[in-house]
């Protein structure tokens, strides 16, 4: 067994890579081999049976799976549609749990009776969910609020659920080449910090305050705040939205509601989330939008939310207008500055692929294409294509595609690019003036004091060199003969001197003999020795003057330039 497994989980990991291998011929994991596991064989071409038995396998297995099913709805990089059409709708599968021990979980948290704390709870929920479930009450003062109540035991479950799925996906990755190159690993640590984070209900409380004072100045656009003195880990105590959820809303109603003003605002909201506020509501399925009585929208259930760096958002906008102007070659441009190229990445083909799909989506409506689906098709091609998609992409197409449903009830002739075409100037004028800031003109204000102040040093050290003729521009160049021959000479020089030194020497020491052959009073052998070392050194003067003073002067690009 690999030493990423642990003993205790054997019996979950058997019950996960049966339901894995089952379903094989959709997951990119059939290299993977589980031991004790090859009898069990793939059932062919996926089929709509298929992806019924995974969907209720996963909504049996626990609420971490639903949430994992969730997920796993928008990757079409990993999933065919048949499956992630199915996986889409196990947001309203959830049995709630009894009222009393939901009672009993508000009294463990905030420390009184319910019927201290609130003047009336009503025992049946309101809507129910795989980590939680909403009771309507009101407070003391009369306020109607809504009481989301997390699942007793369910934060030692997940836990321990999200421990098996990160240890199956590294041993995925460690006995799996396309398991590796889809980085299970990782997408199972995203999904553990984002399923601990929604188990947080005070962070939730804090999302809701947020993204009510980001979209205070939508008129149409409801976030319902939080009662901080009613919030806990586990208990979340909101205001009190009446109205029904967009996915509750019949053929008959549609017809009545006018959609179209609602849609286009619901979108421009989420562009300015995603493009200008770097965070956003990442789960924005039709039960978790509401249509209020008053005829607005109420955004619900911020437990997940995506948080955006700056260069991400830059990228993100391009790669949005880049679709919404149908420019193919913007949107791959950016795709592959958002995601990670692996080694067979091939650019040329990448962009083309990309420009085909967009080019398909032109003038398409949310009714023929949608924008998430399109955003969706992207991340698939850009995993067949060796570029690994990255979280944000998914999880934008992820909030997108729940969005394109929303739309679609509200308006079925809604265009997205028309509303991102016609918000590109705002998006823009936010980015020009966010430049503008405070912060950013500071920042560039300090690097200009920096430049202004060595200036004059500078400039006052080159006019110096100009003045006294050492100005030295330096230009690098390699020519491998000419350095061999510079080599070659310097070794002959060298030899040379070594010779005329030697030469001096013996006359020296042949001088100090008495007796001999003696010419103008010197022993013969001594002029002899000087009259060959004068004859080197004029020699090795001869060559220098001819070959290395005139190179000094003609060649200043292979050394360098002085200034008259």
């Known amino acids: 067994m690999s030493p990423a497994l642990k003993a205790r989980h054997a019996p979950r990991y058997a019950e996960l890579g049966r339901l894995l291998l089952k379903h094989r011929d959709a997951a990119t994991i059939e290299e993977a081999e589980l031991p004790g596991l090859d009898d069990v064989e793939a059932d062919g071409e996926p089929t709509e049976e298929d992806a019924r038995q995974l969907a209720e396998s996963l909504e049996s297995l626990g609420p971490t799976f639903v949430k994992l099913g969730q997920l796993l709805s928008t990757r079409s990089d990993l999933l065919p549609p048949v499956y992630l059409e199915e996986l889409g709708r196990l947001q309203d599968r959830v049995q709630p749990f009894p009222g009393d021990e939901a009672v ?12 201290r704390a609130f003047s009336e709870f009503q025992p049946e929920p309101v809507a129910a969910a795989s980590l939680g479930q909403v009771y309507r009450a009101s407070l003391r003062d009369g306020r109607p609020v809504a009481v989301k109540v997390q699942r007793p035991g369910v934060r030692r479950r997940v836990l321990d659920d999200v421990e098996v799925i990160s240890e199956l996906a590294a041993f995925l990755d460690e006995h799996s080449d396309r398991a590796r190159r889809v980085g299970f690993l990782s997408m199972a640590e995203e999904f553990r910090r984002s399923l601990l984070a929604e188990l947080d209900y005070r962070r939730e409380a804090e999302n809701l305050q947020l993204l009510g004072e980001q979209l205070a100045s939508y008129e149409h656009i409801v976030v319902p705040q939080p009662v901080a003195d009613f919030c806990t880990d586990r208990v979340l105590t909101m205001t009190w939205v009446d ?23 619901l979108f421009r909201a989420y562009l300015d ?21 008053d005829g607005r929208l109420a955004l619900v259930d911020l437990g997940m939310v995506a948080r955006l760096r700056p260069e991400t958002q830059e990228l993100l906008l391009r790669l949005v207008l880049g679709v919404s102007e149908h420019n193919g070659a913007q949107v791959a441009e950016n795709l592959v500055a958002l995601g990670e190229p692996l080694e067979d990445f091939d650019d040329r083909l990448f962009s083309k692929k990309v420009s085909e799909l967009v080019l398909r989506a032109s003038g398409a409506s949310v009714g023929e294409l949608h924008t998430g689906r399109l955003l969706s098709e992207l991340a698939r091609v850009s995993a067949e294509s060796d570029l690994r998609p990255p979280t944000e992409l ?12 929303v739309a679609r009830i509200l308006d079925a002739d809604f265009e997205p690019a028309a509303t991102i075409r016609a918000h590109a100037a705002s998006l823009m004028r936010h980015r020009m003036l966010e430049s503008a800031s405070p912060g950013h003109l500071l920042t560039a204000a300090l690097d200009a004091k920096e430049f202004a102040e060595r200036l004059p040093n500078r400039l006052n050290k080159v006019l110096d060199s100009l003045a006294e003729g050492s100005f030295t521009l330096n230009v690098e160049g390699v020519d491998e003969r000419e350095i061999m021959r510079g080599v070659q ?9 070594v010779v005329i030194a030697a030469l001096l020497l013996a006359s020296a020491v042949f001088a100090t003999m008495k007796g001999g052959v003696r010419v103008w009073g010197y022993p013969l052998l001594t002029i002899v020795f000087l009259l060959l070392a004068a004859v080197a050194a004029v020699w090795l003067a001869i060559g220098v003057l001819r070959s290395d003073l005139p190179q000094r002067s003609v060649g200043p690009f292979h050394r360098s330039m002085k200034g008259r």
Do not use: W, Y
Request: charged share 20%; with cysteine; net charge negative.
């Open 243 to 265: 109205g029904r959820n967009v996915g509750s809303i019949g053929p008959l109603g549609r017809l009545e509601l006018d959609g179209a003003p609602l849609a286009d605002e």
């Open 104 to 115: 009993a979980l508000v009294e463990e948290e905030l420390g009184v009776r319910v019927s």
């Open 273 to 293: 989330q995603v493009l200008v506020h770097g965070f956003f509501h990442a789960d924005p399925h039709p039960g978790n939008v509401l249509l209020t009585t």
């Open 489 to 497: 000479k310097l070794a002959n020089r060298c030899a040379t001197g």
């Open 394 to 405: 998914t999880m934008l197409a992820r909030a997108m595609l729940n969005l394109d449903e």
